[in-house]
């Protein structure tokens, strides 16, 4: 039986580590961000610039004349968000996968054998974390870099799905790795896929 997994994650927080894990524990696919922007780069004609551009963010242009316009004029985060649609209810509608970040949760909430993980952390353990993945990297900066990630996610979300970021109701599984670690996050993100 096919079985799908979502995993939304705060910054630093571990989700794509798990993700990774868990769909080599599962023998199955997994899919992040790279792989899923080149499939909807391709399908919507952008550019590698433009899809780097309007990654997870908000269109800064966004407003009510914007719905004037038909689809090839209307703004490039709005292209890219529809061309990632349509990349990932491909991937799970061909096969067994963990799909990491994009929103998956959303588009895919009306597939069956899906697992939907959130995975977040207390800041200060992010913040750790993060150093230790990037030790050149100043303190200051990482909690900036930090902030402005989940603030892009947070708006993104709402954007393009009507609902609140990291929301315990729109998803099956909450795991706080700061409390948990990776390595139990997995583990249980592993048994829930079980039950699928």
Same mark, same amino acid.
């Given at each position: 039986?096919?079985?799908?997994?979502?995993?939304?994650?705060?910054?630093?927080?571990?989700?794509?580590?798990?993700?990774? *894990?868990?769909?080599? /524990?599962?023998?199955? !696919?997994?899919?992040?961000?790279?792989?899923?922007? =080149?499939?909807?780069?391709?399908?919507?004609?952008?550019? +590698?610039?433009?899809? =780097? =551009?309007?990654? %997870? *963010?908000? +269109?800064?242009?966004?407003?009510?004349?914007?719905?004037?316009?038909?689809?090839?004029?209307? !703004?490039?985060?709005?292209? &890219?968000?529809?061309?990632?649609?349509?990349?990932?209810?491909?991937?799970?509608?061909? %096969?067994?996968?963990?799909?990491?970040?994009?929103?998956?949760?959303?588009?895919?909430?009306?597939?069956?054998?899906? &697992?939907? @993980?959130?995975?977040? /952390?207390?800041?200060?353990?992010?913040?750790? *974390?993060?150093?230790?993945?990037?030790?050149?990297?100043?303190?200051?900066?990482? $909690?900036?870099?930090? =902030?402005?990630?989940?603030? /892009?996610?947070?708006?993104?979300?709402?954007?393009?799905?009507?609902?609140?970021?990291?929301?315990?109701?729109?998803?099956?599984?909450?795991?706080?790795?700061?409390?948990?670690?990776?390595? $139990?996050? &997995?583990? &249980? @993100?592993? /048994?829930?896929? %079980?039950?699928?």
């Amino acid at each position: 039986m096919k079985k799908i997994l979502t995993i939304g994650r705060q910054f630093g927080a571990g989700g794509g580590e798990i993700g990774r *894990r868990a769909a080599e /524990a599962l023998g199955i !696919p997994y899919y992040d961000k790279d792989i899923i922007l =080149r499939t909807a780069r391709v399908s919507a004609n952008l550019t +590698p610039e433009e899809v =780097r =551009r309007w990654d %997870e *963010r908000v +269109p800064s242009e966004f407003g009510f004349a914007q719905s004037l316009f038909d689809f090839y004029s209307r !703004p490039l985060g709005d292209r &890219l968000w529809d061309a990632q649609v349509e990349a990932i209810r491909e991937m799970a509608d061909r %096969e067994s996968c963990v799909i990491v970040g994009r929103n998956a949760d959303y588009i895919l909430r009306e597939f069956d054998h899906c &697992l939907r @993980v959130f995975v977040h /952390a207390d800041f200060s353990w992010r913040m750790q *974390r993060m150093a230790a993945l990037m030790p050149d990297t100043a303190e200051e900066q990482l $909690k900036a870099d930090i =902030r402005a990630a989940d603030k /892009a996610r947070a708006g993104y979300c709402s954007r393009y799905t009507g609902q609140h970021y990291g929301d315990a109701a729109n998803y099956d599984l909450t795991l706080c790795t700061s409390r948990l670690g990776v390595d $139990k996050a &997995l583990e &249980l @993100v592993l /048994a829930a896929a %079980e039950a699928l």
